[in-house]
């Protein structure tokens, strides 16, 4: 179902968070604007995928599941639901605007990260635990 739109981020990824020892602090506003609730969930989803794939680190899965923990008691499951496949739109767009072409393996890259959107993202789109 349509959620009501909200004030997002539009842009919301982990270059825009930054640790201050006040707690953290989110940056870059210009792409801000009224939107479904769940497009930015899905965008952190797909850019911490793109973080861990780039950086060839493991336990994206752990750190999505750690992300998305914050939400679950507070957000209908739908809305987790449509941020699982704004993730997969988002993850394919970055495949292609991230991935830069002067990097040995951007063509294996690529294709992993689309691979990953193909299938919905990292993680099933299951909405418990």
């Known amino acids: 179902p349509k959620a009501q739109p909200v004030f997002t981020h539009g ?45 060839e680190r493991r336990g994206v899965e752990a750190a999505q599941e750690a992300f998305l923990s914050g939400y ?30 002067f990097e040995e393996d951007w063509a294996s890259r690529t294709e992993r990260l689309i691979d990953r959107a193909a299938r919905g993202g990292a993680l099933p789109l299951s909405l418990s635990s």
Not at 27 to 39: G, S, V
């Open 72 to 101: 679950r008691a507070h957000v209908p499951p739908e809305r987790l639901l449509r941020a699982r496949l704004y993730e997969a739109i988002k993850l394919a767009k970055m495949a292609a605007r991230r991935v830069y072409v």
């Open 11 to 55: 842009d919301f990824i982990s270059e825009h968070i930054w640790v201050t020892a006040a707690g953290l602090v989110f940056i870059d506003f210009d792409n801000c604007f009224l939107a479904d609730p769940a497009l930015d969930i899905g965008k952190f989803l797909a850019d911490l995928q793109l973080m861990y794939a780039i950086h």
